[in-house]
Protein backbone atom coordinates (compact mmCIF):
# COMPACT_ATOMS: atom_id res chain seq x y z
CA UNK A 1 0.00 0.00 0.00
CA UNK A 2 1.67 3.53 -1.04
CA UNK A 3 1.45 6.91 1.19
CA UNK A 4 0.16 8.79 -2.16
CA UNK A 5 -2.87 5.66 -2.54
CA UNK A 6 -3.58 6.20 1.55
CA UNK A 7 -4.23 9.50 1.09
CA UNK A 8 -6.35 9.02 -2.18
CA UNK A 9 -9.00 7.76 0.54
CA UNK A 10 -11.67 9.62 1.90
CA UNK A 11 -13.79 7.98 4.21
CA UNK A 12 -13.00 5.98 7.33
CA UNK A 13 -14.05 2.76 6.14
CA UNK A 14 -11.67 3.04 3.23
CA UNK A 15 -9.02 4.02 5.69
CA UNK A 16 -10.38 0.89 7.80
CA UNK A 17 -10.15 -1.48 4.63
CA UNK A 18 -6.72 -0.37 3.85
CA UNK A 19 -5.18 -0.84 7.29
CA UNK A 20 -5.03 -4.38 7.10
CA UNK A 21 -3.46 -4.72 4.47
CA UNK A 22 -0.97 -1.04 5.14
CA UNK A 23 1.69 -3.84 6.05
CA UNK A 24 2.54 -5.16 3.01
CA UNK A 25 2.39 -4.75 -0.62
CA UNK A 26 0.53 -7.66 -2.12
CA UNK A 27 2.50 -11.04 -3.74
CA UNK A 28 5.82 -8.75 -4.10
CA UNK A 29 9.08 -9.72 -2.00
CA UNK A 30 11.72 -7.38 -1.40
CA UNK A 31 10.88 -3.65 -0.57
CA UNK A 32 8.39 -1.55 -2.72
CA UNK A 33 9.07 2.00 -3.93
CA UNK A 34 6.92 4.70 -1.65
CA UNK A 35 6.09 1.18 0.66
CA UNK A 36 5.04 2.53 4.92
CA UNK A 37 4.65 -0.74 6.09
CA UNK A 38 5.98 -4.09 6.65
CA UNK A 39 7.06 -6.19 3.48
CA UNK A 40 5.11 -9.46 3.02
CA UNK A 41 5.08 -11.49 5.70
CA UNK A 42 6.16 -14.82 4.56
CA UNK A 43 7.27 -16.95 8.05
CA UNK A 44 4.68 -17.40 11.10
CA UNK A 45 7.12 -15.28 13.02
CA UNK A 46 6.45 -12.67 10.57
CA UNK A 47 3.17 -13.01 10.40
CA UNK A 48 3.02 -12.48 14.18
CA UNK A 49 4.93 -9.06 14.34
CA UNK A 50 2.74 -7.12 11.58
CA UNK A 51 -0.20 -8.94 13.38
CA UNK A 52 0.90 -7.39 16.74
CA UNK A 53 2.13 -3.83 15.02
CA UNK A 54 -1.36 -3.76 13.46
CA UNK A 55 -3.06 -4.32 16.70
CA UNK A 56 -0.99 -1.69 18.24
CA UNK A 57 -1.82 0.74 15.78
CA UNK A 58 -4.81 0.54 16.21
CA UNK A 59 -5.07 0.98 20.18
CA UNK A 60 -2.46 3.82 20.19
CA UNK A 61 -5.10 5.02 17.31
CA UNK A 62 -8.03 5.05 19.82
CA UNK A 63 -5.85 6.36 22.90
CA UNK A 64 -4.70 9.15 20.80
CA UNK A 65 -8.22 9.83 19.28
CA UNK A 66 -9.78 9.45 22.93
CA UNK A 67 -7.56 12.35 24.20
CA UNK A 68 -7.93 14.49 21.37
CA UNK A 69 -11.34 14.51 21.90
CA UNK A 70 -10.57 15.15 25.60
CA UNK A 71 -8.79 18.13 24.98
CA UNK A 72 -11.52 19.48 22.69
CA UNK A 73 -14.03 19.43 24.67
CA UNK A 74 -12.44 20.83 28.19
CA UNK A 75 -11.53 23.56 25.63
CA UNK A 76 -15.04 24.23 25.01
CA UNK A 77 -16.92 23.08 27.81
CA UNK A 78 -14.76 25.13 30.54
CA UNK A 79 -13.36 28.12 27.92
CA UNK A 80 -13.25 31.83 30.37
CA UNK A 81 -17.02 32.63 28.47
CA UNK A 82 -18.59 29.25 29.34
CA UNK A 83 -17.22 28.88 32.78
CA UNK A 84 -16.37 32.32 34.53
CA UNK A 85 -15.36 30.93 37.87
CA UNK A 86 -13.33 27.53 37.73
CA UNK A 87 -12.84 24.61 39.94
CA UNK A 88 -10.59 24.50 42.25
CA UNK A 89 -10.37 21.28 42.74
CA UNK A 90 -6.93 20.33 43.46
CA UNK A 91 -7.17 16.25 44.21
CA UNK A 92 -9.81 13.65 43.20
CA UNK A 93 -8.55 10.03 45.24
CA UNK A 94 -11.26 8.39 42.29
CA UNK A 95 -9.60 10.24 39.34
CA UNK A 96 -6.08 9.43 40.27
CA UNK A 97 -6.77 5.88 40.35
CA UNK A 98 -8.27 5.55 37.56
CA UNK A 99 -5.58 7.43 35.44
CA UNK A 100 -3.03 5.01 37.17
CA UNK A 101 -4.90 1.85 36.72
CA UNK A 102 -5.88 2.47 33.34
CA UNK A 103 -2.69 2.92 31.59
CA UNK A 104 -1.48 -0.21 33.79
CA UNK A 105 -3.72 -2.10 32.56
CA UNK A 106 -3.50 -0.63 28.90
CA UNK A 107 0.90 -1.74 28.93
CA UNK A 108 -0.19 -5.25 30.64
CA UNK A 109 -2.56 -5.51 27.21
CA UNK A 110 0.35 -4.87 25.16
CA UNK A 111 3.32 -6.51 27.04
CA UNK A 112 1.54 -10.15 27.20
CA UNK A 113 1.22 -10.69 23.16
CA UNK A 114 4.86 -8.89 22.92
CA UNK A 115 6.27 -11.21 25.26
CA UNK A 116 4.58 -14.21 24.10
CA UNK A 117 6.39 -13.22 20.23
CA UNK A 118 9.63 -12.34 21.81
CA UNK A 119 9.69 -16.10 23.10
CA UNK A 120 8.64 -17.31 19.94
CA UNK A 121 11.55 -15.66 17.97
CA UNK A 122 13.73 -16.72 21.07
CA UNK A 123 12.93 -20.25 21.75
CA UNK A 124 14.95 -22.49 18.66
CA UNK A 125 12.82 -25.14 17.19
CA UNK A 126 14.44 -28.22 16.37
CA UNK A 127 16.29 -27.65 12.88
CA UNK A 128 15.71 -29.38 9.98
CA UNK A 129 18.53 -27.53 8.52
CA UNK A 130 21.08 -25.21 10.00
CA UNK A 131 23.11 -23.02 8.19
CA UNK A 132 26.06 -20.69 9.11
CA UNK A 133 26.21 -17.76 8.30
CA UNK A 134 29.67 -15.92 8.95
CA UNK A 135 29.62 -11.62 8.45
CA UNK A 136 33.06 -10.38 6.26
CA UNK A 137 34.04 -7.17 5.91
CA UNK A 138 32.06 -6.79 3.08
CA UNK A 139 30.09 -10.03 2.29
CA UNK A 140 28.51 -12.36 3.75
CA UNK A 141 29.94 -16.59 3.58
CA UNK A 142 27.24 -19.38 3.96
CA UNK A 143 28.18 -22.38 5.28
CA UNK A 144 26.16 -26.13 5.25
CA UNK A 145 27.32 -27.76 8.23
CA UNK A 146 24.79 -30.68 7.80
CA UNK A 147 26.47 -31.39 3.94
CA UNK A 148 29.82 -31.75 3.81
CA UNK A 149 30.39 -32.07 0.13
CA UNK A 150 28.91 -28.31 -0.27
CA UNK A 151 31.79 -25.85 0.60
CA UNK A 152 31.42 -22.84 1.77
CA UNK A 153 30.71 -19.69 -0.50
CA UNK A 154 30.65 -16.13 -0.37
CA UNK A 155 27.85 -14.15 -1.43
CA UNK A 156 29.06 -10.87 -3.32
CA UNK A 157 26.83 -8.02 -3.99
CA UNK A 158 26.35 -7.51 -8.25
CA UNK A 159 28.18 -4.73 -8.74
CA UNK A 160 30.08 -2.17 -10.52
CA UNK A 161 33.68 -1.43 -8.96
CA UNK A 162 33.25 2.22 -7.34
CA UNK A 163 35.27 4.25 -9.69
CA UNK A 164 33.36 3.41 -12.56
CA UNK A 165 29.92 4.88 -10.97
CA UNK A 166 31.21 8.16 -11.90
CA UNK A 167 31.45 9.52 -15.28
CA UNK A 168 34.84 10.97 -16.52
CA UNK A 169 33.12 14.74 -15.71
CA UNK A 170 32.71 13.42 -12.00
CA UNK A 171 28.92 12.69 -12.82
CA UNK A 172 26.98 10.40 -10.70
CA UNK A 173 25.54 7.80 -12.96
CA UNK A 174 22.04 6.96 -11.72
CA UNK A 175 20.71 3.51 -10.75
CA UNK A 176 19.15 2.70 -13.87
CA UNK A 177 22.91 3.32 -15.38
CA UNK A 178 24.29 1.20 -12.91
CA UNK A 179 22.12 -1.55 -13.83
CA UNK A 180 22.08 -1.06 -17.81
CA UNK A 181 25.93 -1.59 -17.29
CA UNK A 182 25.48 -4.50 -15.02
CA UNK A 183 23.06 -5.97 -17.41
CA UNK A 184 25.23 -5.60 -20.44
CA UNK A 185 27.50 -8.62 -19.31
CA UNK A 186 28.21 -11.53 -20.39
CA UNK A 187 26.17 -14.23 -19.79
CA UNK A 188 28.43 -16.30 -17.53
CA UNK A 189 29.25 -13.19 -15.26
CA UNK A 190 26.75 -12.07 -12.68
CA UNK A 191 23.84 -10.00 -14.06
CA UNK A 192 20.80 -8.49 -12.10
CA UNK A 193 18.54 -9.66 -14.99
CA UNK A 194 15.33 -7.96 -13.07
CA UNK A 195 16.48 -8.52 -9.47
CA UNK A 196 16.81 -5.47 -7.16
CA UNK A 197 20.35 -4.03 -7.84
CA UNK A 198 21.83 -3.39 -4.83
CA UNK A 199 19.77 -6.54 -3.07
CA UNK A 200 20.74 -9.23 -5.58
CA UNK A 201 24.14 -11.11 -5.01
CA UNK A 202 26.36 -13.70 -7.62
CA UNK A 203 25.46 -16.33 -4.90
CA UNK A 204 22.47 -16.77 -2.74
CA UNK A 205 21.64 -18.57 0.32
CA UNK A 206 19.43 -21.52 -0.81
CA UNK A 207 16.84 -23.08 1.92
CA UNK A 208 14.51 -25.44 1.13
CA UNK A 209 10.54 -23.91 1.74
CA UNK A 210 8.35 -25.01 4.88
CA UNK A 211 11.21 -26.56 6.54
CA UNK A 212 12.69 -24.88 9.87
CA UNK A 213 16.43 -23.20 8.89
CA UNK A 214 18.66 -22.00 11.89
CA UNK A 215 21.05 -19.98 10.91
CA UNK A 216 24.05 -19.60 13.01
CA UNK A 217 25.50 -16.09 13.06
CA UNK A 218 29.25 -15.02 13.57
CA UNK A 219 31.68 -12.79 12.41
CA UNK A 220 35.25 -12.64 11.06
CA UNK A 221 35.70 -8.54 12.01
CA UNK A 222 33.29 -6.37 12.51
CA UNK A 223 30.17 -6.52 13.99
CA UNK A 224 27.01 -7.29 11.35
CA UNK A 225 23.45 -8.31 11.45
CA UNK A 226 21.60 -10.86 9.19
CA UNK A 227 18.41 -9.62 9.01
CA UNK A 228 15.89 -10.71 6.46
CA UNK A 229 12.67 -8.66 6.65
CA UNK A 230 10.44 -11.14 5.06
CA UNK A 231 11.59 -13.62 7.84
CA UNK A 232 11.08 -11.85 10.71
CA UNK A 233 14.36 -12.12 11.58
CA UNK A 234 17.52 -9.73 12.46
CA UNK A 235 20.35 -10.50 14.70
CA UNK A 236 23.82 -9.62 15.45
CA UNK A 237 26.46 -11.12 13.98
CA UNK A 238 29.84 -10.92 16.30
CA UNK A 239 33.13 -12.13 16.22
CA UNK A 240 34.18 -14.70 18.48
CA UNK A 241 30.37 -15.74 19.32
CA UNK A 242 27.48 -17.94 17.61
CA UNK A 243 24.70 -16.29 17.56
CA UNK A 244 21.06 -18.51 16.27
CA UNK A 245 17.85 -16.93 14.96
CA UNK A 246 15.26 -19.66 12.67
CA UNK A 247 12.93 -19.21 10.21
CA UNK A 248 10.34 -21.32 8.48
CA UNK A 249 9.15 -20.24 5.28
CA UNK A 250 4.78 -20.89 4.47
CA UNK A 251 4.56 -23.73 2.17
CA UNK A 252 3.97 -22.45 -1.76
CA UNK A 253 6.65 -19.60 -0.69
CA UNK A 254 9.38 -20.61 -2.90
CA UNK A 255 10.61 -17.45 -4.14
CA UNK A 256 14.01 -14.76 -3.70
CA UNK A 257 14.02 -12.82 -0.57
CA UNK A 258 16.16 -10.16 0.08
CA UNK A 259 18.04 -8.41 3.45
CA UNK A 260 20.53 -6.06 4.77
CA UNK A 261 23.45 -5.94 6.91
CA UNK A 262 21.65 -4.05 9.77
CA UNK A 263 24.64 -3.17 11.92
CA UNK A 264 26.95 -0.63 10.74
CA UNK A 265 29.91 -2.12 9.46
CA UNK A 266 32.20 0.10 8.02
CA UNK A 267 32.60 1.59 4.40
CA UNK A 268 30.65 -0.74 2.19
CA UNK A 269 28.00 -1.99 5.11
CA UNK A 270 25.38 -0.76 2.44
CA UNK A 271 26.87 -3.28 -0.22
CA UNK A 272 26.61 -6.71 1.51
CA UNK A 273 23.39 -7.81 0.66
CA UNK A 274 21.23 -11.29 1.54
CA UNK A 275 20.18 -13.09 -0.79
CA UNK A 276 17.82 -16.38 0.49
CA UNK A 277 16.30 -18.31 -2.36
CA UNK A 278 13.73 -20.75 -1.24
CA UNK A 279 12.90 -23.59 -3.07
CA UNK A 280 10.95 -27.07 -3.02
CA UNK A 281 12.48 -30.29 -1.08
CA UNK A 282 13.01 -31.73 -4.13
CA UNK A 283 14.78 -28.77 -5.68
CA UNK A 284 17.23 -28.27 -2.28
CA UNK A 285 18.08 -31.98 -2.68
CA UNK A 286 18.87 -31.68 -6.11
CA UNK A 287 21.33 -28.73 -5.27
CA UNK A 288 22.98 -30.86 -2.24
CA UNK A 289 23.51 -33.11 -4.24
CA UNK A 290 25.12 -31.03 -7.04
CA UNK A 291 27.59 -29.49 -4.23
CA UNK A 292 25.64 -26.54 -4.04
CA UNK A 293 24.56 -25.41 -7.14
CA UNK A 294 21.93 -25.62 -10.33
CA UNK A 295 24.57 -25.94 -12.64
CA UNK A 296 25.86 -22.39 -12.63
CA UNK A 297 29.39 -21.64 -11.44
CA UNK A 298 28.77 -18.47 -9.00
CA UNK A 299 28.52 -20.80 -5.85
CA UNK A 300 32.19 -21.48 -6.80
CA UNK A 301 33.56 -18.47 -4.83
CA UNK A 302 36.71 -18.53 -2.78
CA UNK A 303 36.21 -17.99 1.07
CA UNK A 304 36.94 -15.45 2.98
CA UNK A 305 37.09 -12.04 3.04
CA UNK A 306 38.75 -9.68 3.56
CA UNK A 307 39.37 -5.64 4.15
CA UNK A 308 40.18 -5.35 -0.32
CA UNK A 309 37.56 -7.78 -1.28
CA UNK A 310 36.43 -6.29 -4.63
CA UNK A 311 32.87 -5.58 -4.63
CA UNK A 312 31.42 -7.12 -8.07
CU1 LIG B 1 26.97 -3.80 8.02
Known amino acids: MRFSSVLKFGGLTALTASLSTLAYAEGVNGPVDGEIGFQRAVTPVMESIVDLNVWLVWLMGAICVFVLVLMVYI ?17 NTTIEIIWTL ?11 PSIKLLYAQDVIP ?21 YENVDSFVSNIVDIEIDEKRTADGEALSHQEIINIIDARPA ?23 KTVVVQVTSNNNLHAFAVPQFGIKIDAIPGRINQTYFKVNAGEEGTYYGQCSELCGIKHAFMPIEVQVVSQVEFDRWIANGGSFDTDFSQNETGGSQTAGMK
Open 126 to 146: EADLTIKATGNTWNWEYSYPD
Open 75 to 91: MFRFREKANPVPSKTSH
Open 188 to 210: DEPRLDGRPYLLATDAPLVVPVN
Open 102 to 112: VPVLILLVMAV
